[in-house]
């Protein structure tokens, strides 16, 4: 494993008690991040906290990212226990399911939108004021390749993920002079819980467009963003970084 000098940075890793964002803060605490957990289930919380204090520094804060009372006191609870935060991870989200646009629930398709693209807009309404006070910050969006692409049977998700690319590009330039860069990952699947959200034709679609053959391994995931929320990127902001295993090549 490469070592990424995070030394003394704060990171917030939303969903990041399970799946690849408990990947992301294992390897933000290995490069010697402290790090705050942010996610809706407290028991998973405690749980991923209790497994990753033998690595480093870790809080655990139970918020519904879409409420933004809740992330505001997320926000201030952070910086309060951590004195800063550096970094931020927003990797939360959900699939809502597979079907034909046509035939689902609004009220699925509106929760999907919630958490995967208005929630993260609310985290950096409430964090990026903490990282303007000291002018540093990175920010890392966790997108998708679905939201390049557009997935048949997934018009919600894949709508929400570019989404979350244009909100990158926007907020990149606007912090780009200052100090904080924004960038989004679009990763092909992982083989992790969300999988149980998702019909097995649709899982089977998402394998059959990667060249490579095989689902995104979490630590890769978590690699390519550990590198992201360093000081060594420092040139790129507003950008979409790919790891699809050949799927997606622009």
Known sequence: ???????????????????????????LLRSGAAVALWDIDAGRIESARAELS???????????LTDDAAVAAAAAATTAAHGRIDILVNNAGITGGNGPTWELDPAIWRRTVE????????VCRHVVPVMLQRGYGRIVNIASV???????????????KAGLIALTKSLGKELAAKGILVNAVT???ARTAIFDQ????HIDYMLSKIPMGRFLHVDEA???VAWLASEECSFSTGAVFDITGGRSTY
């Not at 033998?54 to 519904?64: D, K, M, N, W």
């Not at 997934?154 to 929400?160: G, R």
Request: avoid cysteine; charged fraction near 10%.
């Open 1 to 27: 494993m490469n070592q990424i000098d995070l030394n003394n940075r704060v990171a917030v890793v939303t969903g990041g008690a399970q799946g690849i964002g408990y990947a992301i803060s294992e390897r």
């Open 54 to 64: 033998a690595l480093g520094t870790v809080s655990g804060h139970v918020v519904e």
């Open 115 to 122: 958490v995967n693209l208005v929630a993260p807009y609310l």
């Open 146 to 160: 679905a939201g390049k692409e557009g997935n048949p049977n997934a018009s919600h998700y894949s709508a929400s």
């Open 187 to 189: 990763p092909a699947a």
């Open 198 to 201: 998702m019909a097995q034709s």
């Open 222 to 224: 978590a690699a390519m």
